[in-house]
């Protein structure tokens, strides 16, 4: 059950890149805006969860910090969702990330599998 979790966390992930960089070309501005927000939004994103959230990360910190992270870039894709579709996808998106990550913090850090 746990990797079924992390498999769906993964594509989580994907999907907040996914939605950052739709959200950053859409938003109003000229063509160089758009651009940098729609290319660099997802990279800054990315290199700051490789760098301290994933499981191989570059540098280590201890859990709150990754949770805390972990917990900004999330909202930050709630927030492109919302902007973009509306309140109740971007509440369906919120719903399945906390229920999700609750899930795999809880087997991970108490029940040491």
Same mark, same amino acid.
């Given at each position: 059950m746990l990797n079924?979790?992390?498999? $769906?966390?993964?594509?989580?992930?994907?999907?907040v =890149?996914?939605? %950052? /960089?739709?959200?950053?070309?859409? $938003?109003?501005?000229?063509?160089?805006?758009?651009? =940098?927000?729609? %290319? /660099?939004?997802?990279?800054?994103?990315a290199l700051l969860w490789g760098a301290f959230?994933?499981?191989?990360?570059?540098?280590?910190?201890?859990?709150?910090g990754k949770i805390m992270i972990e917990v900004a870039i999330f909202l930050l894709g709630i927030y492109t969702v919302y902007a973009r579709f509306g309140k109740m996808a971007a509440?369906?998106?919120a719903i399945?990330?906390?229920?999700?990550?609750s899930y795999v913090h809880f087997k991970t850090?108490?029940?040491k599998v």
């Amino acid at each position: 059950m746990l990797n079924i979790h992390l498999a $769906i966390r993964f594509f989580m992930e994907l999907a907040v =890149l996914i939605f %950052i /960089g739709y959200w950053g070309f859409t $938003i109003d501005g000229n063509i160089l805006t758009k651009g =940098l927000v729609g %290319i /660099g939004g997802p990279l800054v994103i990315a290199l700051l969860w490789g760098a301290f959230v994933a499981p191989k990360a570059t540098y280590s910190i201890n859990s709150l910090g990754k949770i805390m992270i972990e917990v900004a870039i999330f909202l930050l894709g709630i927030y492109t969702v919302y902007a973009r579709f509306g309140k109740m996808a971007a509440l369906l998106l919120a719903i399945m990330m906390v229920v999700n990550s609750s899930y795999v913090h809880f087997k991970t850090t108490f029940q040491k599998v």
